[in-house]
């Protein structure tokens, strides 16, 4: 591959490269990965599952379904271990999924597979060079690539947001935690047991082998934990090992909490873990880098083609990076209300009350689950910068569900007035244009039931760009601002 050229080039394929690189070649843009692992096996299942808006997302692209049968859908959305029910949300994913990040990765590196992107495996990103034009980037077994855009989704440790010279500020962790699977000689003391800093837990996995997370003594740092290490967690919490032996994975993670000041330096960009890292409290991790990666995957390809100007990419900074750092702030505070100590035992039990009141439940449960996103984007409809609901529209050609129209990650206006009452023919080619008409209510989660408008004009990542009011005011400059000058090819 020396000197190969591609018009984005991603370090990276765990879940945040791959969703962009999926979101990238959908929009036909030249896209490949950079992979240090061999296969996309990990070493261990790791935590995982999907939050609602995750899956809403997949929806969007069609591919929902191939996680849905492989995981089991369950209300996982919590805040520091108080479930919080959304079942009583309004949208067809009204629960969350419970599937392993090793499988979330198997499915999405098919369907990045079946979509032509090429991933160059057992090898890293060494160093890069940027120009005004393009990107030199050089890969660990001597070869070069040459891309239009670099991104770094290569973890908290990422290499390209060191080179690129982003600080990563925020706090340093106050506890660390082992994670393992392993065999025991002796029968542990299965479930979960609450300690002064936090919780520690021991199920059965895989028949008789065991999983377990682990409150360490003191703060450690490293990802490489060592079998002794992992002895004297065991022991300082149960007060024996177990005869732990046979370790198959073993890892180690903390409550750090930091984030890139910005996601961008020119033509280097970061999502994911190389954006920001936190405690794995709530799991929202690995479902705000896929976000993050279809935000940025069609404003990317927009400015590569030539339809919008660079400066598109500034807004994904401005409505990933608040977004960022309220997950920050929330994983900070699951971790404190986890701790085990009497008082916050007690600070623990009035705030289980408090959530058990619905407003406060809708209103964590819609920030845990990642459906009550808003960006800024003006005064307006309460739609307005918020995700658009999957509704039946009735179309000329039948039948068809919002999301159905997402499938291409294309833009798409949809006109529930009159038929030609919206012009958007300069941007025929760059937008679907839908006369629908739908009857029912417009209700939106924690918000509940708005004002139903006569049109709405949705981006590719699902969020309303515009709102009609009756009139097309408004209409060309959202279109202009969103893909780019009319009459462009």
Known sequence: MTNAKHGVVIAGAGPTGLMLAAELALARVDVAIVERRETQALAGARAGGLHARTIEVLDQRGVADRFLSQGTT???????????????????????????????????????????????????????????????????????????????????????????????????????????????????????????????????????????????????????PTLGELRAALSAVYGTDFGVHNVTWLSRFSDMARQAESYRERRVLLAGDAAHVHSPAGGQGLNIGVQDAVNLGWKLAQVIQGTSPESLLDTYQSERHPIGARVLKNTLAQTALARGDERTRALHERFTELLQLDEPRKRYAGMMSGLDVSYDLGVGHPLLGRRMPDLDLVTE????????????????????????????????????????????????????????????????????????????QGLRAALTTWFGAPGLL
């Open 397 to 472: 050609g039948g039948s068809r569900r919002v999301f159905s129209l997402l499938h291409d990650a294309r833009p798409v206006l949809i006109n529930l007035a009159e038929p030609g009452a919206l012009d958007s023919a300069p941007w025929a080619n760059r937008l679907q244009h839908v006369d629908a008409r739908y009857a029912g209510a417009w209700e939106l989660p924690v918000l509940g039931v708005v004002a139903s408008p006569s049109a709405v004009l949705i981006r590719p990542d699902g969020y309303v760009a515009w709102v009609g009011d009756g009139t097309d």
């Open 74 to 224: 369950m209300q996982v959305a919590g805040f520091a271990l108080i479930p919080l029910d959304i079942s009583d949300f309004p949208t067809r994913h009204n629960r969350g999924l419970a599937l392993t990040q090793n499988h979330i990765e198997r499915i999405l590196a098919a369907w990045v597979e079946e979509l032509g992107v090429p991933i160059y495996r057992g090898r890293e990103v060494t160093s890069f060079i940027q120009e005004d034009a393009g990107v030199d980037v050089t890969v660990s077994d001597g070869s070069s690539l040459r891309a239009q855009y670099l991104v770094g989704c290569d973890g908290g440790r990422s290499l390209i947001r060191k080179q690129a010279g982003i600080a990563f500020a925020g706090w340093d962790p106050s506890v660390s935690y082992l994670i393992a699977e392993a065999d025991m000689a002796e029968e542990p003391v299965w479930g979960v047991r609450l300690g002064e800093k936090g919780i520690n837990a021991l199920a059965k996995f895989d028949g008789t082998r065991v999983r377990m997370v682990l409150i360490e003594p003191h703060v450690v740092h490293g990802d490489e």
